[in-house]
């Protein structure tokens, strides 16, 4: 089943440009793509259960759903979103791109103390106390303290998980990372911390790229949909929208949570911009 939300209708697709094809996939394969789950766990379940059934319903094909990274921080339960995504790996279905915010949560989780700065002042204590560590052991005590009781208390075989993401996933003529790539650079010369973490240099670019990028990390208030690339952080631990992209030969389209008044979601209007937090 394809939903249509209505903040997805804000944006008319880009149509291509004159003598220039669609991107494509490869006959007999289906794509689906996620953007920033942030903790959001039942979001993630009810978008995973959506892509099921929009599966099902187009007909045999070979089935990747890839998780373009940050699956914790910020959100209610990290921990359950991690199993979530967990599960599709091991079903061999799912593939995980390594966020920059997973790469906060590793080094932090290793017990290196500027980490755990770093990672409670971007969300980081919803996604500890998800893992079920105490609140009072948060608040009492020095980085230090705390990063020994990560180093305790984080199962090790979600940290290897999510240390094991992927830089960059290559499929067809789509290119699917993180944050971006820096432009100029060819795909094979990209570095690691630019895919988790380039923002202004990328979404302001309009260069060809060599293949169209998918990405999260930019939060904008709808799938923000370029030439060059397709963004689709539609901030759901703020809004409550969780995104998907669906891809078979030359087609797209697109999933979406509906926003929960009762969770307490605010559905702000959200630009396409660093997050409120500013720094990652």
Not at 175 to 183: D, E, K, Q
Request: aromatic letters at 4%.
């Amino acid at each position: 089943m394809q939903i249509n939300l209505p903040f997805l209708k804000r944006r008319k697709p880009a149509a291509p440009e004159a003598g220039r094809r669609s991107p494509t996939v490869p006959d007999g394969e289906r794509v689906y793509a996620i953007g920033d789950v942030h903790g959001c766990a039942d979001e993630l379940a009810t978008l995973l259960d959506m892509i099921t059934k929009d599966h099902e319903a187009r007909g045999p094909a070979k089935l990747t759903v890839i998780f373009l990274g940050d699956l914790v921080n910020r959100g209610p339960d990290s921990a359950r979103a991690v199993r979530l995504v967990r599960d599709l790996l091991a079903s061999g279905t799912g593939r995980l791109i390594k966020g920059n915010h997973e790469e906060i949560f590793v080094s932090a989780a290793r017990g290196h103390r500027q980490a755990v700065r770093t990672l409670l002042r971007n969300g980081g204590r919803a996604t500890l106390t998800s893992f079920g560590i105490a609140e009072d052991d948060i608040d009492r005590g020095s980085y230090g303290d705390l990063s020994e009781i990560l180093k305790r208390d984080i199962p090790r075989e979600d940290i290897s998980l999510l240390d094991a993401g992927e830089d960059k996933i290559a499929i067809g003529d789509y290119l699917f990372v993180h944050a971006g790539v820096r432009p100029g650079i060819s795909i094979a010369h990209q570095e690691s911390s630019d895919l988790r973490w380039i923002r202004e240099e990328f979404v302001e670019s309009d260069k060809d790229h060599g293949a169209l990028i998918v990405h999260g990390h930019t939060i904008c208030e709808s799938v923000d949909r370029r030439r060059n690339r397709i963004g689709i952080d539609t901030g759901a631990y703020r809004s409550g929208v969780l995104t998907a992209i669906g891809l078979e030969s030359d087609q797209q389209w697109f999933l979406a949570t509906t926003p929960d008044r009762s969770s307490g979601h605010s559905d702000p209007e959200l630009a396409c911009s660093a997050d409120s937090l500013g720094a990652v």
